[in-house]
């Protein structure tokens, strides 16, 4: 093993410091023009902030209750239903891929092969529909909303703890049964800590759908009241979008910090588990 | 993407089948419930509506191919159809060629290649609708040089969502394709080292064969991605110029998963043509997606 670098590869260290740079200029771009004047992101946004264009953190006050629906409400909201979501979802499917790998029955095999057939069914294939279930059956809060998530979300996640745990040794379950513990009992305390692989990669694909999801809650949420962070910038651009800029960046600028923060300290988490989703997928 | 895992015969213990079966209501009951109504009901009903005129699902009429009839005379569906097929195959093409080319570069001796991973990776994180928020401002910002402006011809409307979304979906494919590369076993690219094989050559007789399940995902993600694509198109240009098409207003960057959803938002009447879309959608996106895995299955190695 060489620990020196070759020429090459130094050159390509450096292109790619360079491809970097130019990677994250977007974001650069929201970061700074959420300090400037409405204006001056208008005039020039690539201009850095300067002595006249510069209002410090003038725009992310103005950003907190702007297009009269306070940000932290709206970030409340989308914590709620993403962290209810997933628990959901991890939970109930785990349980279900576990049933359904385990009880060889004509019930599993029907199931299974419809969570296979939802996976290519595009969402604007219900959404009218869903919209009208929904609003019938009340799943129109964030409280109850969830539910939706659990079943137009079911098929991924199943798909991906039925191939886990087809992969899983029978004896282990089989001691535990002869041991005398019941299938509940064998699911929460064998089963489910050897899933824990699987358990980071669902959930990690299913909270960076729900979190980032518009549509869905958009049609489906009682808008008048209910507000995610993907919901509030687009009635922010939709209606206020002209109005102010800068505070629109801020309110961008806000609602990526989280994603980052989370990112940086969970990325080697978040990188394997996408690569592990769509291995199996 | 084991090939095994489809059709493996399911294990059936004795100890563990009857007893779990007795659990049911607690195992299966409640994830098939949630199924039921955020999938099989709506889909049903999804089918049956395309072929009703309706308002809300309870005054619908049976109008049979009509709705059919009325999509596939709409200007604006067949030029989402277009949109989206040049649009697929461009966004295909560019995402895998350089997530490739990039993962390729990562998984060589490279300093710093985990911060560059990183780096890539980071806006899939972002939703699409922020994204497009974000990115029609620094296009706005560079057209405004040319005294123009994202939406006022649909050929930046497209190239910009293509950049949009290369920028997104770059890092992820990259992720796949490091993982594809690293699975490769380093006595294979040994015996062609030994074997006199140059680094070119290497690439395309060694490495590209043995990536090819990575490329099968990959390609399949783009595809099924390009085609489903909505909150960007959205947020990006919203489907903006339009243009008188035979009488017909015709939203020129609409790709059609926004041309269904603005179809269904134009009045009542067009309830129906809306779902009819969205079945043809469906069935579209399902050809695809199996036309695709069987092509490039039937290219993979087997190890």
């Known amino acids: 093993m060489k620990t020196r670098y070759s020429t090459a590869s130094k050159i390509l260290t450096i292109f790619f410091v360079i491809l970097c740079l130019i990677w994250i200029i977007p974001i650069f771009e929201v970061l700074i023009n959420s300090f400037k004047t409405n204006n001056a992101v208008n005039m020039d946004a690539f201009a850095l902030p300067n002595s006249e264009t510069f209002v410090g953190f003038d725009n992310y006050v103005k950003g907190m209750t702007f297009g009269n629906y306070p940000f932290v409400k709206a970030l409340g909201y989308s914590l709620l239903i993403t962290v209810v979501s997933v628990i959901l979802i991890l939970l109930f499917t785990s349980m279900s891929a576990w049933y359904i790998a385990r009880v060889n029955s004509k019930f599993s095999k029907f199931f299974y092969f419809l969570c296979l057939f939802s996976m290519i069914v595009p969402f604007q294939m219900v959404m009218f529909t869903l919209t009208f279930t929904a609003d019938q059956l009340k799943l129109n809060t964030p409280w109850t909303i969830p539910v939706v998530y659990l079943g137009f979300g079911a098929g991924l996640a199943i798909f991906m703890f039925v191939g886990f745990v087809k992969g899983l040794p029978l004896e282990i379950e089989e001691a535990a049964a002869i041991d005398g513990c019941g299938p509940v009992r064998t699911f929460f305390l064998v089963v489910l800590p050897m899933l824990k692989p699987t358990l980071i990669s669902v959930g990690i694909l299913e909270t960076m759908w729900v979190w980032n999801d518009y549509l869905l809650p958009y049609l489906v949420l009682d808008r008048t009241k209910y507000m995610t962070i993907p919901i509030l910038v687009q009635y922010l651009k939709g209606s206020y979008g002209t109005v102010d800029l800068g505070a629109t960046m801020a309110v961008i600028m806000l609602s990526i910090i989280p994603i980052i923060i989370v990112y940086i300290f969970c990325q080697k988490h978040i990188i394997k588990g996408v690569a592990a989703g769509a291995v199996k997928g | ?303």
């Open chain 2, 1 to 303: 993407m084991r090939k095994k895992s489809h059709d493996d015969t399911t294990v059936n213990s004795v100890l563990l089948r009857r007893p779990i079966q007795r659990w049911f209501p607690l195992f299966i009951l409640p994830t098939f419930l949630c199924f039921l109504i955020g999938f099989i009901w709506p889909f049903l009903q999804g089918i049956y509506l395309s072929f009703c005129n309706f308002n809300t699902p309870k005054d619908a009429q049976w109008v049979g191919f009509s709705n059919y009839v009325k999509a596939f005379k709409d200007a604006g569906f067949i030029h989402a159809f277009w949109n989206t097929a040049a649009f697929a195959v461009v966004s295909i093409l560019l995402i895998n060629v350089v997530a490739f080319a990039i993962a390729y570069a990562l998984t060589q001796k490279m300093r710093g290649a985990n911060l560059f991973r990183t780096v890539f990776f980071m806006p899939n994180l972002i939703g699409g609708v922020v994204l497009g928020y974000i990115w029609s401002m620094i296009f706005d910002a560079i057209l405004r040089n040319y005294s123009t402006y994202l939406t006022a011809n649909a050929t930046y409307g497209f190239w910009g969502l293509v950049i949009l979304v290369a920028w997104q979906q770059i890092g992820y494919m990259m992720i796949i394709y490091i993982a594809g590369l690293q699975a490769i076993p380093g006595d294979m690219m040994e015996a062609a080292k030994i074997d006199g094989a140059n680094g070119w050559q290497t690439l395309f007789k060694v490495t590209i064969p043995n990536v090819m399940p990575s490329i099968t995902i990959c390609t399949f993600l783009t595809l099924t991605n390009s085609f489903k694509l909505f909150d960007q198109n959205l947020a990006l240009t919203g489907g903006a110029p339009s243009v008188m098409m035979a009488g017909t207003k015709v939203n020129m960057t609409e790709l059609l998963a926004l041309n269904i959803y603005s179809t269904y938002n134009i009045n009542k009447n067009w309830h129906g043509a809306a779902q009819a879309k969205a079945v043809v959608f469906f069935l579209l996106v399902a050809v695809l997606a199996i036309a695709q895995q069987t092509a490039t299955r039937k290219k993979e190695v087997q190890q």
